[in-house]
Antibody
Framework: EVHLVESGGGLVQPGGSLRLSCEVS????????MSWVRQAPGKGLEWVAN????????YYLNSVKGRFTISKDDTKNSVFLQMTSLRAEDTAVYYC??????????WGQGTLVTVSS | DIVMTQSPDSLAVALGERATINCKSS????????????LAWHQQKPGQPPRLLFS???TRESGVPDRFSVSGSGTDFTLTISSLQADDVAIYYC?????????FGGGTKVEI
């Protein structure tokens, strides 16, 4: 069974930084893409970033380009999202998701990021 | 970017009745190389993360009840719940995995 556990969320001031982590079990991140998707309070789903298994391709939502960085550590079977220059509109639950190509498959429980002064 | 449009935004259906959700993409999701539609459906129950229901527009994931069915190809797709159960109360999202950026429909809230 695939299990994803996100951590690292919390309250941060505008302009601040956070690093989200996602520990994956039951699925080797060396075999396919991994993604981050967010959901603002009471809103729909918004894809944020994804990374290919060999890191040869990485994509970002336009509004986070230059501010967010997705990375992975295959030895820890973990994926990360480094977020800088955070804005109020980045407030959301951030989900880590396994992917078959660009198809989102298994979701974690999410971690809440709140950007507020 | 491929724009995904779902309708309706919400619907209330009596227990045992049919619920139909539509999803339209701004460009075809049908690949001519493999004849597959790059469209998936997810269900999000209150307070839970989403769960994949159908991949490749028509492949049912393990554990999904057969009262759920899908149809469509190209740019128009439909998710149908043939006999709504209380456990089906959720928001349903379509998403395209044809190209980056991955995009979602706005979601359809299904209530009793």
């Amino acid at each position: 069974e695939v299990h994803l556990v996100e951590s690292g969320g919390g309250l941060v001031q505008p302009g601040g930084s956070l690093r989200l982590s996602c520990e994956v079990s039951g699925f080797r991140i060396t075999t396919d893409w991994m993604s981050w998707v967010r959901q603002a309070p009471g809103k729909g789903l918004e894809w944020v970033a994804n990374i290919k298994e060999d890191e040869s391709e990485i994509y970002y939502l336009n509004s986070v380009k230059g501010r967010f960085t997705i990375s992975k550590d295959d030895t820890k079977n973990s994926v990360f999202l480094q977020m800088t220059s955070l804005r109020a509109e980045d407030t959301a639950v951030y989900y880590c998701v396994t992917s078959r190509g660009f198809m989102l498959e298994h979701w974690g429980q999410g971690t809440l990021v709140t950007v507020s002064s | 970017d491929i724009v995904m449009t779902q309708s309706p935004d919400s619907l209330a259906v009596a227990l045992g009745e049919r619920a139909t959700i539509n999803c339209k993409s701004s460009q075809s999701l049908l690949s001519t190389s493999n004849n597959q539609n790059y469209l998936a459906w997810h269900q999000q129950k209150p307070g839970q993360p989403p769960r994949l229901l159908f991949s490749w527009a028509s492949t049912r994931e393990s554990g999904v009840p057969d009262r759920f069915s899908v149809s469509g190809s190209g740019t128009d797709f439909t998710l149908t719940i043939s006999s709504l159960q209380a456990d089906d109360v959720a928001i349903y999202y379509c998403h395209q995995h044809y190209s980056s950026p991955i995009t979602f429909g706005g979601g359809t809230k299904v209530e009793i």
